[in-house]
């Protein structure tokens, strides 16, 4: 007898309580598929969009530090993020974000706000918001069929929440593994 077969037969000695955990398991671990493929549906469609969307030349005109404190949210937690308004000069048909600021020799000077992902730490949205980007001249991405906006620039650790995808492969791991562990001593207390 090894000492993990030792520890699951006193954790779980019988198969139903092995199956209660596996079905434990198997839901914790579904929770985690589902919140991977949410993630890994914005990861791609924000790549599709970098490949796929026109850019035109612009440049930022502010950059804010915005927060959830005032909005007056029933969580507790503050969430911060950084917004960039960007003009950006393209033909008028295709300024889709519902704002102009005149015109550039024929071309409409679009003006669009694109906002970081969030975060509760201040500090982290006062460092993008002076890191993120040195230089007022940008390249902008732009929907061609809605009024979404990007910042070709933008830096990977902006775009993407890396603490919530790590936290989510921890999590699909150990619950994964918690599943095929509770199925194999099904099997071993119903034979």
């Known amino acids: 007898m090894t000492t993990e077969s030792g520890l699951l037969e006193r954790f779980f000695p019988t198969a139903a309580t092995a199956r209660g955990a596996k079905a434990l398991a198997a839901f914790l671990f579904s929770i985690g598929l589902i919140a991977a493929g949410s993630t890994l549906w914005s990861v791609g469609t924000d790549l599709y969009a970098r490949h796929s969307w026109p850019q035109a030349t612009g440049e930022l005109v502010?950059?804010?530090?915005?927060?959830?404190?005032?909005?007056?949210?029933?969580?507790?937690?503050?969430?911060?993020?950084?917004?960039?308004?960007?003009?950006?000069?393209?033909?008028?048909?295709?300024?889709?974000?519902?704002?102009?600021?005149g015109t550039d020799g024929g071309l409409a000077?679009?003006?669009?706000?694109?906002?970081?992902?969030?975060?509760?730490?201040?500090?982290?949205?006062?460092?993008?918001?002076?890191?993120?980007?040195?230089?007022?001249?940008?390249?902008?991405?732009?929907?061609?069929?809605?009024?979404?906006?990007?910042?070709?620039?933008?830096?990977?650790?902006?775009?993407?929440?890396?603490?919530?995808?790590?936290?989510?492969?921890?999590?699909?791991?150990?619950?994964?593994?918690?599943?095929?562990?509770m199925r194999r001593r099904v099997r071993m207390v119903e034979q």
């Open 62 to 101: 502010s950059i804010s530090e915005g927060s959830s404190a005032a909005s007056g949210r029933a969580s507790r937690r503050t969430r911060y993020w950084v917004e960039y308004v960007v003009h950006f000069v393209v033909p008028p048909a295709e300024c889709r974000t519902g704002m102009t600021d």
């Open 109 to 181: 000077v679009c003006v669009g706000t694109i906002r970081t992902r969030s975060t509760q730490s201040a500090a982290a949205a006062g460092t993008w918001m002076r890191e993120a980007f040195r230089e007022r001249s940008v390249r902008v991405l732009y929907d061609p069929d809605g009024s979404d906006i990007k910042i070709a620039g933008e830096p990977v650790w902006l775009r993407y929440p890396w603490d919530m995808m790590l936290a989510m492969a921890i999590w699909i791991v150990l619950f994964g593994s918690a599943f095929f562990v």
